[in-house]
């Protein structure tokens, strides 16, 4: 008995990236010296995607938030890997951003550095998120005494 078999070909599916991402953060925004009362402008960093296969990007969130004082570098590392715990950190938050993702948009995130802050190291940990998955990173800025 002969075996027939037979071929469908239906439409192949790429997996579409979206055209806009976003990184944290202009090199003037984690190397200036803060004091408190003063606001903290993180520009996010946009990045348009060369790609034939990129669709319309999803809708994302951009997250920031300040976490210190810290005496050192070591002891901000130390509780960001959770190796260490200090009590009296306080925690500044911005208000969620959720652009748009065209591509001549610039979204920031404010966080205001309140006037009692303490001098010392603050941990920055900024975020993009969107329906299926999160990524997030550090970095390091300094809040100096009030001159």
């Known amino acids: 008995m002969p075996l027939l078999a037979a071929c469908v070909a239906g439409p ?19 190397e200036t010296l803060y004091e408190p009362g ?19 990007p999803p809708q994302v969130e951009l997250n920031a938030h300040l976490t210190g004082p810290f005496a050192t570098v070591d002891d901000l590392k130390a509780v960001a890997m959770g190796t260490k715990n200090l009590p009296g950190l306080v925690t500044f938050t911005a208000e969620p951003v959720r652009p748009a993702g ?32 999160k990524v997030s990173g550090e970095s390091i800025i300094q809040v100096v005494p009030s001159s």
């Open 38 to 56: 003063q606001t903290f402008i993180l520009h996010w960093i946009v990045e348009l995607l060369d790609d034939p296969t990129a669709t319309a």
């Open 102 to 133: 065209t591509p001549d948009e610039r979204p920031v995130s404010t966080i205001v550095i309140e006037p009692s802050a303490k001098p010392g190291y603050y941990n920055l940990v900024n975020s993009v998120a969107d329906r299926e998955s």
């Open 12 to 30: 192949s599916e790429v997996a579409a990236r979206p055209s806009v991402t976003y990184t944290c953060c202009e090199t003037a925004d984690v």
